[in-house]
């Protein structure tokens, strides 16, 4: 199968970036063959490279290769790098990470998190799914995994045109499921939990918030399972609040204390309203909301949010405290969200200094040509 793009749209493929919209490509010529590949070529005939073809999807083409096809032994070959390339982050105190970070590196469409011995697998993609027994077989023989569970339950993979696909492929769950980060260990459910269970990307971040704890008041705002919240204790702190609407993230987080050693006080509530409330001052705030903005249309919405929420943030820090705050909404910018923190700052009458720019930790690699990868952004400012 020939795919040529219109005039103008081959520049970014050439610079590396892994997508092509259905309103770049020109013409198609042939099908693609069984594993959905196509080759890519600009408008004048130049080879672009080979990436997988989805009339269903948006994004018509994702880019696999520079070259003129793409094997399952160049498959092998990413799998095995992407591991490797894992093994300095996993230590005595740290059992689990992700494995293989879709675009970031350079699989686009495909998820691996590594749970202790065993893996979760979540393909996005057609295209990936194309490759699912190799991709398995390939896991299986490089990292001999005492399970593999796959989550493959995300809206993306509905707007390819696939069904869901979750359950136990290889082997058996263990019950209870936990992991170990920085000494930390946290109760991990394959079967419920967000994304593939556990929210890896905030790794560096929650190390972070434990040092900086001793001796503060931390209110852990939107905690979850309180990954945040149970650093802060162990960190030292005073007291330890955790706010979240779900009841249910209540319930984990108090074991997740427990397992811990941890006090931890847990208010069922909606965050902005329970931020609104009078009275209380926090020395170390943390709001790690959910997505705003799922995409640019809704871009308006969701920095209303931030706004709203990081104003009531500001109010509630004491003078000399610590806000981290964070957006995953790949919609927003980076650029955008710090101007957005520093606007209800301002409207707050509050000074701030920032002290550290966070994003996802070393097992979540950005490709550098794909801008929508980093979704992760995050500020940690002083506040007076």
């Known amino acids: 199968m020939k795919v040529v793009l219109k005039k103008g749209k081959e520049k970014l493929v050439a610079m590396g970036h892994p997508w092509v919209f259905s309103g770049a490509v020109g013409s198609v010529e042939g099908k693609p063959d069984e594993r959905g590949l196509c080759g890519v070529y600009s408008h004048n005939g130049g080879l672009l ?11 018509r083409i994702r880019m696999l290769s ?20 894992r093994c300095g982050l996993l230590t005595s105190d740290t059992d689990s990470c992700r494995v293989i970070n879709s675009e970031g590196d350079f699989l686009p469409g495909l998820t691996v998190d590594r749970y202790g011995s065993g893996i979760c697998l979540q393909i996005g993609t057609a295209g990936m799914e194309a490759w699912r027994a190799v991709i398995i077989d390939s896991l299986s023989e490089m990292l001999s995994p005492s399970f593999i569970y796959e989550r493959s339950d995300t809206e993306a993979r509905k707007r390819e045109g696939l069904a869901d696909s979750e359950g136990l492929i290889k082997g058996s769950l263990p019950d209870p499921l936990i992991i170990r ?5 946290f109760l991990v459910n394959l079967v419920c939990g967000q994304k ?56 984990w987080l108090s074991q997740n204390a427990g397992i811990n050693g ?30 705003f903005a799922r995409h640019a249309g809704e871009v308006d919405r969701a920095a209303r949010g931030y706004k709203d929420i990081n104003l009531a943030g500001f109010r509630k820090l004491t003078s000399g405290g610590l806000l981290f705050t964070f957006s995953c909404s790949n919609a927003v910018d980076p650029y955008l969200f710090r101007q957005i923190v520093f606007s209800a700052a301002a409207d707050a009458r509050r000074q701030a200094q920032l002290l550290h720019v966070l994003t996802a930790g070393p097992d979540h690699p950005v490709n550098i040509a794909h801008k929508e990868g980093e979704y992760l952004k995050g500020l940690v400012l002083r506040v007076f």
Do not use: H, M, W
Not at 73 to 82: E, F, I, K, P, W
């Open 66 to 85: 520079k070259g003129s096809s793409f094997t399952a032994g160049d498959l092998r070959q990413r799998l095995s790098l992407a591991i490797e390339r």
């Open 196 to 251: 593939t269970g556990f929210f890896f990307d905030q790794r560096d971040s929650r190390a972070l918030v434990r040092r900086y704890s001793a001796g503060r008041i931390v209110c852990d705002c939107f905690s979850y399972s309180g990954g945040f919240a149970v650093n802060a204790a162990k960190g030292g702190a005073l007291s330890v609040a955790a706010v979240d609407a779900s009841a249910n993230a209540g319930k």
């Open 181 to 185: 980060e920085n000494g930390v260990s």
């Open 262 to 291: 941890a006090d931890i006080n847990f208010t069922e509530a909606d965050v902005f309203s329970f931020l609104r409330q009078p009275g209380g001052g926090f020395d170390l705030l943390i709001l790690d909301p959910p997505k």
């Open 49 to 59: 490279g080979t990436g997988y073809y989805n009339e269903k999807s948006a994004i």
